[in-house]
């Protein structure tokens, strides 16, 4: 079954995840109530090696939030079965912290240098998948190299790592995106969001290619078939998904204590992924939406490095250039970038 086929089951069980994040607050404000999710059939078992329950009375309370993508499954394993304390992990990434919904944060680079400029005080403390990124697009539309995309539509969610690994492929080729028809992302049909529909876009013929990270290139590949191109080169680009926290929450003993934690916690569920995946692939199903199948799709195009990335900093100067023009800034430093990295986060994890 395709993502497409089962959207409407996807959305149900995000409303349901929702309504029951509600339901916890509600029931437990002072402390996290165990994830619902976890007592189904389909999730994992929790882990046997879990701290002792004296181990987490003694932590203060957190929430963990996180876009509901694959790249988010080391988080999603750890909230439900490494973490001392079961976790609901919310829906949406940084600006939850800003907004003080959440304590924790999954995004992508890209949007930590936007979000960063409204709010200084956050800080990459860990990278929990490096993603991937596949353009696909139609040979019938007369596209066989990447020079080939001049003039063509390419549909994309405008302003995000995906937009961004269109202008570094393109960059490769003496491209920008101005040689590139940039088409937006269909209004929402029913129960399918805008991104659930570009590979079916793509297969119609509506545009000529898509900047996408999974599961909807393998989703676009399955249906052009043979006339499937796929554009990768993962030198040129990767989305650094990682995990935020506040600086003032890293200076607080009671709330660091916690966070490294979770951490920790992160660092043994990608162990575990690395082991046995498909031990817990229900479980991420069941959080995000995403069949097995195409959970299965996209894994090939993940890896988990428990550390945060060494050209981090790298990663962040030069996308700052491109997000700065976007945003109409000056782009900020090497040394003021700098300061929204802490390693000492998962070196006391570790």
Known sequence: MSKKQNSSGRIARLAMAALAG???????????????????????????TAPAA?????????????????????????????????????????????????????NAETQLLRESVVNPDLRIIMTVTESFYRLVARRSAGIETLADLRGKRVMLPRN???NYYLVAMLRTVGLTEDDVEIVNLLPAQGDQSGMDQMSDALARGDVDAISIWEPEPADGINQLGDDAIVFQDRSVYREVFNLHARATDLADPEKRRSI????????????????????????????????????????????????????????????????????NRTPRSREELAELIDASVLEEAL
């Open 22 to 48: 509600v339901l916890l607050q509600a029931c437990a404000p002072d402390e996290q109530a165990a994830n619902p999710a976890a007592t189904t059939a389909d999730s994992a078992p929790a882990a046997s």
């Open 54 to 106: 004296s181990t987490a009375s003694a932590l203060a309370p957190i929430s963990v939030s996180g876009s509901y993508w694959i790249e988010l499954s080391p988080v999603l394993v750890a909230a439900n079965s490494f973490y001392p304390q079961q976790l609901m992990v919310g829906e949406g990434g940084i600006t939850r912290i800003t907004s003080g919904e959440a304590d924790l944060a999954t």
């Open 160 to 162: 995000t790592s995906a």
């Open 260 to 327: 490294v934690e979770f951490v920790r916690a992160v660092a043994e569920a990608t162990e575990a992924l690395q082991s046995d995946p498909e031990q817990y692939w229900p479980h991420i199903s069941s959080i995000t939406g995403f069949t097995l199948e195409e959970i299965e799709a996209g894994w090939p195009e993940m890896e988990f490095p428990v550390q945060i990335i060494p050209d981090m900093l790298d990663v962040l100067v030069e996308e700052e250039e491109w997000v700065a023009k976007e945003r």
